[in-house]
């Protein structure tokens, strides 16, 4: 991978646990204490993802992010913090972060929230063209959904759901028209989209298989779930197969832990999956 990671955090334990995890997946990770020292280094450096605590003394991630954005448009953002207060969440989310990881963390999490996080395009809606939605959706169904919900006050997550649903995915032109229909910023939605790891900007194969990395899942061999279905479909995580008809994602705690190791396909949920059998759920499917 070789990927350049910067972790900022004012506790040099979660640096050093960022730098273990991180560097023995390859990723070559800096970690400095404080965010002067980070604006200091992203000037002079090119990071695939910065990871930055929000709560440190002096400047805070809060500073540090829009320092980012105003002057590194082309760095992605991961904020982490152990205080996960909806205030703390809904000011992370209006910063355009591209993922938010609640401290402590497993080893496995981080992982996968950091190759989700590399693997999310770096432009904005605005820098996608309008030929790109051409032909790929059904644009009256797409109009009915906007329609529907056009009046509704707070209803941009179910017009996400319901489009993504439709189309499979949600671009950066789609995200646009759905801005324009509910009279909000398209920052906003493409903060939301980037914040849920349910949303997705990437094209999925005609059958997205989800695999849950979450802890419950984890302990009973999910990784080993992974491994044989990246090894079945020729994939890695974040991949469609050539085919078209798979596309294959980890995702965090789905909250069906009593069915664990879970594996999704699609809408259909499969629990209490053996990692050694986990490839036969694709032949249902094909
Ligand atoms: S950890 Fe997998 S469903 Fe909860």
Same mark, same amino acid.
């Given at each position: 991978m070789g990927k350049n990671v910067l972790v900022v955090d004012d506790d040099e334990i979660v640096i050093r646990s960022c730098e273990a995890v991180l560097g023995g997946e390859g990723f070559t990770v800096t970690g400095v204490t404080s965010s002067k020292e980070a604006m200091s280094l992203i000037n002079d450096h090119a990071y695939d993802l910065v990871i930055t605590d929000l709560? #440190?003394?002096?400047?805070?991630g809060f500073e540090l992010i829009k320092w980012i954005n105003e002057n590194h448009q082309q760095t992605r953002v991961m904020a982490m913090t152990g205080y996960s207060s909806k205030a703390v969440l809904r000011d992370a989310i209006a910063l355009d972060i591209i993922d938010f990881l609640p401290k402590p963390f497993f080893p496995h999490t981080l992982t996968a929230a950091v190759n989700k996080a590399i693997s999310t395009?770096? %432009?904005?809606?605005?820098? *996608?063209?309008? %030929?790109?939605?051409?032909?790929?959706?059904?644009k009256a169904k797409f109009q009915a959904i906007l329609k529907r919900y056009? %009046? *509704?006050?707070?209803a941009l997550i179910v017009v996400l759901q319901e489009t993504q649903e439709l189309i499979g995915y949600l671009p950066a032109s789609v995200q646009k028209v759905i801005a324009k229909s509910l009279k909000i910023p398209v920052s906003e939605v493409h903060a939301v989209v980037s914040f849920?790891?349910?949303?997705? #900007?990437k094209p999925m194969g005609k059958y997205n298989v989800r695999v849950c990395l979450g802890t419950a899942c984890y302990v009973k061999r999910a990784d080993e779930i992974l491994e044989k279905l990246q090894e079945t479909m020729g994939v890695n995580e974040g991949e469609i197969t050539q085919d078209g008809m798979f596309s294959l994602e980890t995702v965090r705690c789905i909250g069906a832990c009593g069915l664990a190791p879970v594996v999704l396909v699609g809408q259909d949920t499969f629990g209490s999956v053996n990692p050694a059998t986990a490839?036969?759920?694709l032949k249902e499917y094909q």
């Amino acid at each position: 991978m070789g990927k350049n990671v910067l972790v900022v955090d004012d506790d040099e334990i979660v640096i050093r646990s960022c730098e273990a995890v991180l560097g023995g997946e390859g990723f070559t990770v800096t970690g400095v204490t404080s965010s002067k020292e980070a604006m200091s280094l992203i000037n002079d450096h090119a990071y695939d993802l910065v990871i930055t605590d929000l709560i #440190m003394p002096t400047i805070d991630g809060f500073e540090l992010i829009k320092w980012i954005n105003e002057n590194h448009q082309q760095t992605r953002v991961m904020a982490m913090t152990g205080y996960s207060s909806k205030a703390v969440l809904r000011d992370a989310i209006a910063l355009d972060i591209i993922d938010f990881l609640p401290k402590p963390f497993f080893p496995h999490t981080l992982t996968a929230a950091v190759n989700k996080a590399i693997s999310t395009p770096l %432009k904005a809606p605005a820098a *996608v063209s309008d %030929k790109e939605e051409a032909e790929t959706y059904d644009k009256a169904k797409f109009q009915a959904i906007l329609k529907r919900y056009r %009046k *509704v006050p707070g209803a941009l997550i179910v017009v996400l759901q319901e489009t993504q649903e439709l189309i499979g995915y949600l671009p950066a032109s789609v995200q646009k028209v759905i801005a324009k229909s509910l009279k909000i910023p398209v920052s906003e939605v493409h903060a939301v989209v980037s914040f849920y790891s349910y949303f997705t #900007m990437k094209p999925m194969g005609k059958y997205n298989v989800r695999v849950c990395l979450g802890t419950a899942c984890y302990v009973k061999r999910a990784d080993e779930i992974l491994e044989k279905l990246q090894e079945t479909m020729g994939v890695n995580e974040g991949e469609i197969t050539q085919d078209g008809m798979f596309s294959l994602e980890t995702v965090r705690c789905i909250g069906a832990c009593g069915l664990a190791p879970v594996v999704l396909v699609g809408q259909d949920t499969f629990g209490s999956v053996n990692p050694a059998t986990a490839n036969e759920i694709l032949k249902e499917y094909q």
